[in-house]
């Protein structure tokens, strides 16, 4: 965790370290002209909020210890859920409540909650901060939503049946996939205007770019493979292809697709299959098929990168996945029908 210095005008000063914070690793300095101040910051342990679409809740799963810590309650179907990019924040898209409820990661209760179109399904936010986008599934469209005021911005009409949703890295790209329509939507976050309407293979069900935003990665549930997209050409450059042994092709149906922050290896998530594959992004080959939960839905990485945590939505539980060893190293139960999460703390990126 960065801490902060702030030097004093006076060029005599001594510095006061404390011996326990500087143990913790966690604490920031101020400055007088005589000395230095030293107090500490309360450490944030990596912390997983699973959304249980039948459950009504969000599951919050401490990682260090893999287990339950509370369950909150929440509107009906919870479904895509997100962190402002500063940590602080927690955002929960209810699709029957056509509203997404604001959770604080600290008190671990519900602190607000406003509207968000029809049916929102899936939910990004700008790097920034200040945007949310959100999928409507029922009324085919984009939404952009200004955070502080927590009111709508604009909206644009994309194909039939909005779900996946990814921003680029820079921030001037969404992606918004359509399940009916079979069409990944390029649009410029700015001018809130579609660019490009690419065709990809049969209900694109999540859409995912590589950190350095060259391509997008996007699921075919019914295709049965995923999809990546030059992201400047808005051309479909290579397919991925699945073939688990012991499996039926049908059975095979990817949904989520996580991409580790070195961008050297995707693991995308086969549904029914209940398969996680580890693919190496560069050779587009699959290194492994891991069996997690029942019917696995998404996935996420903890910020090391060291563990992948899945939503398995039959089982009820969440598979943990060691990234180095490429192995299932524990099962946490969690709500009824867990369906997305997302992964927040202290833990540095790689």
Do not use: C
Request: glycine share 8%; net charge negative.
């Amino acid at each position: 965790m960065p801490f902060e210095m702030i030097f004093p005008r006076s060029a005599a000063f001594a510095l006061v370290l404390a011996a326990p914070f500087a143990a913790s690793g966690f604490f920031a300095l101020s400055a007088a002209p005589a000395f230095f101040a030293l107090s500490a910051a309360p450490a944030l342990a990596d912390t997983a909020f699973v959304s249980n679409e039948k459950g009504n809740s969000v599951s919050v799963l401490d990682i260090d210890t893999l287990t339950v810590k509370k369950t909150i309650p929440v509107g009906q179907r919870p479904r895509g859920i997100i962190a402002s990019p500063d940590g602080k924040t927690i955002y929960v898209a209810l699709g029957d409540a056509d509203t997404i409820a604001i959770i604080d990661p600290q008190s671990l209760i519900v602190i607000d909650e406003f509207p968000a179109g029809r049916d929102p399904e899936r939910l990004d936010i700008s790097p920034d901060g200040k945007t949310l986008y959100v999928t409507n599934e029922d009324s085919n469209f984009l939404s952009f939503i200004d955070v502080a005021s927590k009111t709508p911005l604009g909206s644009v009409r994309v194909g039939v049946e909005p779900e996946g949703l990814a921003v680029s890295p820079d921030g001037k790209l969404v992606v918004a996939t359509t399940e009916t329509t079979n069409m990944a939507h390029f649009v410029d976050a700015d001018k809130r205007k579609v660019l490009a309407n690419v065709l990809v293979d049969a209900r694109p069900r999540f859409a995912a770019f590589t950190p350095d935003g060259a391509e997008v990665w996007v699921s075919a549930e019914i295709g049965g493979d995923v999809v990546i997209i030059d992201s400047a050409a808005h051309k479909i450059i290579d397919r991925v292809k699945f073939a688990a042994p012991g499996l039926r092709a049908e059975n095979i149906q990817p949904v989520g697709v996580n991409i580790s922050h070195d961008g050297k290896l995707a693991f995308v998530s086969l549904g029914p299959a209940n398969r996680m594959a580890a693919v190496d992004v560069k050779t587009r080959e699959v290194q492994k098929y891991l069996l997690v939960g029942q019917r696995v839905w998404h996935a996420a990485f903890t910020p090391d990168d060291k563990l992948l945590l899945t939503t398995n939505g039959v089982s009820n539980d969440v598979s943990v996945i060691d990234v180095a060893g490429m192995k299932v190293v524990k099962s946490v139960q969690v709500g009824e029908s867990p369906w997305d999460l997302v992964i927040i703390g202290g833990s540095p990126k790689p």
